[in-house]
């Protein structure tokens, strides 16, 4: 228990500075419009040079940090919105969500094409983070970008796509959504999976257990925030996803959206969770740039459904 302390103690502390994360951002947003609007003005990224006439790539295939970089940046925002007033802000959120399923649905395409074009998956090149976007699409009820996420991880999880932490956090979410919505494809590709239990009594009638779960979850996250880089929970170890429990809100939106009675769940680090939870669906929007991109992609031929088909 008295490590537990200290951890909680090193975990409020930081989210406690986390209110200031968008003024750090604040150059890094400058930028990336920058690399955005030469995107958008030119059809391809700065200092693109490589090109190979047997196997051409398509010049979105090298958006990156364009995307990237715009989800850090609005999901921060959420976060400090969050723990600056305890509410969920859907605005921001939102435009997350947009720019990575835009982000998202090319490193999809990307993975398909590499076995295609040279017969070998592409291992531990998605980022781990990207499973906050599907707890995401979960927690603002929209189950078409949701199943549009989960269709990578269903691809890829078992075949190692994703750039695994130490975390079973992670592999919880994709999993969890696996399960709720019936297929159970899936299985942990962990020895030790930490949260089998949660997976299999996802939709217990026994509110005490699922305080229980929900415990762990974010207690595990509390743990993960505060720990140092070694430990290697790196989804955890920058100014992203840190102190919001999306493991947590993914589970408690997940049987909501069941038909399943919640317990009013509180938690040291992070508050009444249970309040945070949406009752309406947010619609994802698009910042003026997304739109802009958007239009350029699809001028250049870019469809992520009839890619991804």
């Known amino acids: 228990m008295l490590i537990m302390n200290k951890k909680l103690e090193k975990f409020l502390r930081k989210r406690k500075r986390a209110i200031k994360g968008p003024e750090k951002y604040k150059n890094i947003f400058e930028d990336n419009i920058v690399r955005i609007t030469h995107y958008i003005e030119h059809g391809k990224t700065q200092g693109e040079e490589f090109s190979n006439e047997r196997l051409p790539f398509a010049p979105w295939e090298k958006l990156n940090i364009e995307l990237s970089g715009q989800c850090k940046i609005y999901e921060n925002i959420?976060?400090?919105s969050l723990v600056k007033d305890s509410v969920i802000d859907a605005e921001h959120l939102s435009y997350y969500l947009n720019y990575g399923y835009y982000e998202l649905a090319?490193?999809?395409?990307?993975q398909k094409r590499c076995f295609i074009r040279f017969g070998v998956e592409n291992e531990g090149v998605i980022s781990p983070g990207s499973v906050f976007q599907l707890a995401t699409a979960v927690l603002l009820h929209q189950y078409d970008y949701a199943r549009q996420f989960y269709r990578l991880f269903e691809n890829g999880y078992m075949k190692n796509w994703i750039n695994r932490s130490k975390s079973h956090i992670g592999d919880f979410i994709i999993l969890l959504f696996d399960r709720a919505k019936g297929d159970n494809t899936l299985k942990p590709i962990v020895d030790d999976f930490a949260y089998q239990a949660i997976l299999d009594n996802w939709n217990s009638t026994d509110l005490t257990k699922v305080t229980a779960y929900l415990n762990q979850l974010c207690d595990d996250q509390v743990t993960q925030v505060a720990s140092p880089p070694s430990k290697m929970f790196f989804e955890f170890d920058n100014m992203n996803w840190q102190f919001t429990p999306y493991a947590a809100l993914m589970l408690l939106t997940l049987r909501a959206q069941h038909g399943l009675e919640n317990p009013d769940f509180d938690h040291p680090g992070f508050g009444n969770v249970?309040?945070?939870?949406?009752?309406?669906?947010?619609?994802?929007?698009?910042?003026?740039e997304?739109?802009?991109?958007?239009a350029k992609l699809h001028e250049q031929g870019f469809n992520e459904k009839a890619l991804l088909a």
């Open 78 to 80: 959420a976060q400090a």
């Open 106 to 110: 090319i490193a999809h395409i990307k």
């Open 274 to 288: 249970t309040s945070l939870l949406l009752t309406q669906p947010v619609a994802p929007q698009k910042d003026e």
């Open 290 to 294: 997304l739109e802009q991109l958007v």
